[in-house]
DNA sequence: ATCTATGATTCGTG
DNA sequence: CACGAATCATAGAT
């Protein structure tokens, strides 16, 4: 019976279509915790849950149907049997009694086994390890912006992860994971990061500043196009991050300042910078990246990384 | 098919 | 328990 109050709950046994797919989303997020966001994932859920559903209700017809004809046969039997001896009902009672035992015997089976199948579905969708999706392109952006106007100290307070995920539609120990990855990340191999480093604190520099006009004559220089003219993207940015690698509060975003007219075309940036300071940030410390050798200081033309990548699988 | 980017998990540390 | 580091496993690009 348990069975099939689970099924029910799936949305797989009971009326066909409809409530299903809601009581089966409640129920994921129920047992699940992670809510993982509702869109294409659940399309694809609810996609599978009707296939087994289906199959279900299609299996349980048949054994339904095939245990009313050998009802019907056996009673012919009986019948039969009945001009040569006497049958009392009773033993024919006994007769489809067992007979209807067996057949939901069978159901018992095939409802737990469906049971498994979805299961294993839910598992296989609950586990966000196996069908990693990347975040929206705006939710990294959120989290980029964040980051990158904190690089002194990208460590966002409790509060600041649950804005940031609210924000992002994701979750706070995603928000956290994602941190996680990116300061490691970018430690690793701040060369690589340095375009969007620079595009993300243009971006937080342009939105902090939107009040105040701003320059009137902005010749419009694209990021991208090589001089641009305040500095380039190659050479000096790496002594620029060294020098902030080296002494832990140099060059916060203020410094951004100076570079917001090299902004280029279209980055309209929808979500003004809200930042939420965490309370704790402390603004003294010799930088979260401390020990770090910049590598371009010590092999500019070398590759950043030289000596090991992540990717060792 | 291989490579890279990236979100998640695991493990050790303080 | 939060963090860094290493690693895993998949998504997306080539």
């Excluded at 737990?112 to 990347?134: G, P, Y």
């Excluded at 966002?156 to 706070?172: D, F, Q």
């Amino acid at each position: 019976m348990r069975l099939d109050n689970m099924l029910l709950a799936e949305g797989v046994a009971g009326p066909e279509k409809g409530g299903g797919s809601a009581a089966a989303a409640a129920a994921a997020a129920a047992s699940g915790g992670v809510s993982p966001d509702n869109s294409i994932e659940h399309s694809d859920y609810r996609n599978k849950l009707s296939q087994i559903r289906q199959i279900y209700h299609a299996e349980l017809e048949k054994y339904e149907q095939a245990c009313n004809e050998f009802t019907t046969h056996v009673m012919n039997l009986l019948r039969e049997q009945s001009r040569t001896r006497p049958i009392s009902p009773k033993e024919i009672e006994r007769m489809v009694g067992i007979i209807h035992r067996k057949f939901s015997s069978i159901q018992m089976q095939l409802k737990q086994s469906t049971c498994e199948a979805v299961m294993i579905l839910r598992s296989r969708f609950l586990d966000a390890r196996r069908k990693r999706r990347n975040f929206s392109k705006q939710a990294t952006e959120v989290l980029n912006e964040y980051f990158y106007s904190h690089l002194s100290n990208p460590y966002p307070s409790e509060e600041a992860k649950e804005e940031l995920a609210k924000k992002c539609g994701i979750t706070v120990s995603q928000v956290s994971n994602w941190f996680g990855n990116k300061r490691i990340r970018y430690k690793k191999n701040i060369g690589k990061f340095q375009e969007e480093a620079n595009i993300y604190a243009v971006k937080t520099a342009v939105s902090a500043s939107q009040g105040g006009h701003s320059g009137a004559n902005s010749p419009t220089t694209p990021t991208s196009a090589g001089s641009g003219g305040s500095f380039n993207l190659s050479g000096s940015n790496d002594m620029f991050m060294a020098m902030q690698g080296l002494n832990g509060d140099a060059y916060p975003p203020s410094q951004v300042e100076s570079l917001r007219h090299t902004m280029g075309p279209g980055y309209n940036d929808s979500l003004s910078a809200n930042q939420i300071y965490s309370p704790r940030e402390i603004r003294a410390n010799g930088g979260w990246q401390e020990a770090v050798t910049p590598s371009s200081v010590t092999s500019p033309t070398e590759g950043p990384g030289s000596v090991h990548s992540d990717t060792s699988n």
